[in-house]
């Protein structure tokens, strides 16, 4: 399942750089693999090439503290309140933000966004990277073709979820199925034509060896031009709790859902020259 793609030089892409446990660390948030670091580099947001931080030893979370430490995934999404003392829903994600970010996190996953506007999700991206965090977005569904741009001018990575347009598990007609693998082609090969480091993600299909399903999800991604696949294999026992928002400075009301970056991954990169 090597890519033909393989020998093309990739261009350098951002990626998070801090101190755990004592050690210098590199953060992808395409891939959400941390690599231990042994030379001197700029702390914070960096631009780095994949093939260069792939010369370094993968880092074991637990050895770090746990994935907490990283980062988090948080689902941003308010109920909103008509009531006039209702605080506006775009101070709350910039309290919640510079919270997530001043905690000292490599890296915050925005998931289950699909029910905010591409400009609300643009300024609550926009206040993590402006304190240095690195920022993925995962989606259930492709993003349409027309946000490509602003999408890859305000998150560093996309993990697009391939699971109801390519497995039987959901109850989808033939024509509906069809319809969201086409729109996964097309919306995938424009969020790379427009600079955005793209993965396609399933937590259905097996990780590599796996089957013809895996094989098939792969030769898809290389096809479409996605920078490889990422498998979400099921939670061990020792998920971690992570602390709540108000811990880290940011106060009531509700501004969204947190949850561990701890999901083991296993990923297949297609574009590994550079």
Same mark, same amino acid.
């Given at each position: 399942?090597?890519?033909?793609?393989g020998?093309?030089?990739?261009p350098?892409?951002?990626?998070?750089?801090?101190?755990?446990?004592?050690?210098?660390?590199?953060?992808?948030?395409?891939?959400?693999?941390?690599?231990?670091?042994?030379?001197?580099?700029?702390?914070?947001? %960096?631009?780095?090439?994949?093939?260069?931080?792939?010369?370094?030893?993968?880092?074991?979370? %637990?050895?770090?503290?746990g994935?907490?430490?990283?980062?988090?995934?948080?689902?941003p999404?308010?109920?909103?309140?008509?009531?006039?003392?209702?605080?506006?829903?775009?101070?709350?994600?910039r309290?919640? &933000?510079?919270?997530?970010?001043?905690?000292?996190?490599?890296?915050v996953?925005?998931?289950?966004?699909?029910?905010?506007? %591409?400009?609300?999700?643009?300024?609550?991206?926009?206040?993590?990277t402006d304190?240095?965090?690195?920022v993925?977005l995962?989606?259930?569904?492709?993003?349409?073709?027309?946000?490509?741009?602003?999408?890859?001018?305000?998150v560093?990575?996309?993990?697009?979820?391939?699971?109801?347009?390519?497995?039987?598990?959901?109850?989808?007609?033939?024509?509906?199925?069809?319809?969201?693998?086409?729109?996964?082609?097309?919306?995938?090969?424009?969020?790379?034509?427009?600079?955005?480091?793209?993965?396609?993600?399933?937590?259905?299909?097996?990780p590599?060896p796996?089957?013809? &399903?895996?094989?098939w999800?792969?030769?898809l &991604?290389? &096809?479409v031009?996605?920078?490889?696949?990422?498998?979400?294999?099921?939670?061990?026992?020792?998920?971690?709790?992570?602390?709540?928002?108000?811990?880290?400075?940011?106060?009531?009301?509700?501004?969204?859902t947190?949850?561990?970056?701890?999901?083991?991954?296993?990923?297949?990169?297609l574009?590994s020259?550079?």
């Amino acid at each position: 399942m090597r890519s033909s793609r393989g020998a093309s030089v990739t261009p350098p892409r951002v990626y998070g750089v801090g101190v755990c446990a004592g050690r210098l660390v590199v953060h992808d948030p395409l891939t959400g693999i941390t690599h231990y670091r042994n030379q001197l580099i700029t702390v914070g947001r %960096t631009m780095l090439r994949a093939s260069e931080v792939a010369t370094h030893p993968v880092a074991d979370p %637990t050895a770090l503290g746990g994935s907490g430490v990283l980062g988090v995934r948080w689902s941003p999404v308010v109920q909103r309140d008509p009531s006039p003392t209702c605080v506006p829903a775009d101070s709350v994600h910039r309290r919640a &933000a510079r919270a997530l970010a001043c905690a000292g996190l490599l890296t915050v996953d925005l998931h289950e966004v699909d029910p905010l506007p %591409t400009p609300d999700l643009t300024d609550i991206a926009g206040h993590l990277t402006d304190d240095g965090c690195t920022v993925s977005l995962t989606t259930e569904h492709c993003p349409a073709e027309r946000h490509a741009e602003a999408l890859a001018d305000c998150v560093d990575a996309l993990r697009i979820c391939v699971d109801t347009a390519v497995t039987g598990r959901h109850h989808l007609g033939p024509d509906e199925r069809e319809q969201r693998l086409r729109s996964l082609v097309s919306g995938t090969r424009a969020m790379v034509a427009a600079g955005l480091p793209t993965q396609l993600y399933t937590r259905v299909i097996p990780p590599p060896p796996g089957n013809e &399903a895996t094989r098939w999800l792969v030769e898809l &991604a290389d &096809a479409v031009g996605a920078h490889g696949v990422t498998f979400a294999r099921p939670h061990g026992d020792g998920t971690l709790a992570m602390p709540s928002l108000t811990a880290w400075g940011a106060e009531t009301p509700a501004c969204g859902t947190l949850k561990p970056l701890d999901v083991p991954l296993d990923t297949v990169c297609l574009s590994s020259g550079g």
